[in-house]
Nanobody, 124 residues
Framework: QVQLVESGGGSVQAGGSLRLSCAAS????????MGWFRQAPGTEREFVVL????????YYADSVKGRFTISKDSANNTVYLQMNSLKPEDTATYYC?????????????????WGKGTLVTVSS
């Protein structure tokens, strides 16, 4: 069974940085699509970044491109999201997710496994 546990959220001022972690069990990341989504209050869950390391493919939402970076530590089966130059509009609960299969699908509904999320709050 795949389990994902996020950590690293918190409160930060605009322009600051945070690094989120997603510890996975029951799955190694290399051959599956996985990444991060986020959801602000009153909005739908949206794609932030998706990656499939076996194919060297990574996609970022335009809103975070150049500021956020996804990476992995294969030895610890952990995926990271480094978030720099944070903005108030980045405030949301961030979720780690993966799916059965390697294809990249940007819809939250296409993901099969989710963590419980970690809250990021960016103040102006």
């Amino acid at each position: 069974q795949v389990q994902l546990v996020e950590s690293g959220g918190g409160s930060v001022q605009a322009g600051g940085s945070l690094r989120l972690s997603c510890a996975a069990s029951g799955r190694t990341f290399s051959n599956y699509a996985m990444g991060w989504f986020r959801q602000a209050p009153g909005t739908e869950r949206e794609f932030v970044v998706l990656s499939r390391w076996s194919g060297g493919v990574t996609y970022y939402a335009d809103s975070v491109k150049g500021r956020f970076t996804i990476s992995k530590d294969s030895a610890n089966n952990t995926v990271y999201l480094q978030m720099n130059s944070l903005k108030p509009e980045d405030t949301a609960t961030y979720y780690c997710a993966t799916r059965e299969g390697s294809s990249i699908v940007f819809r939250a509904g296409a993901m099969d496994y989710w963590g419980k999320g970690t809250l990021v709050t960016v103040s102006s």
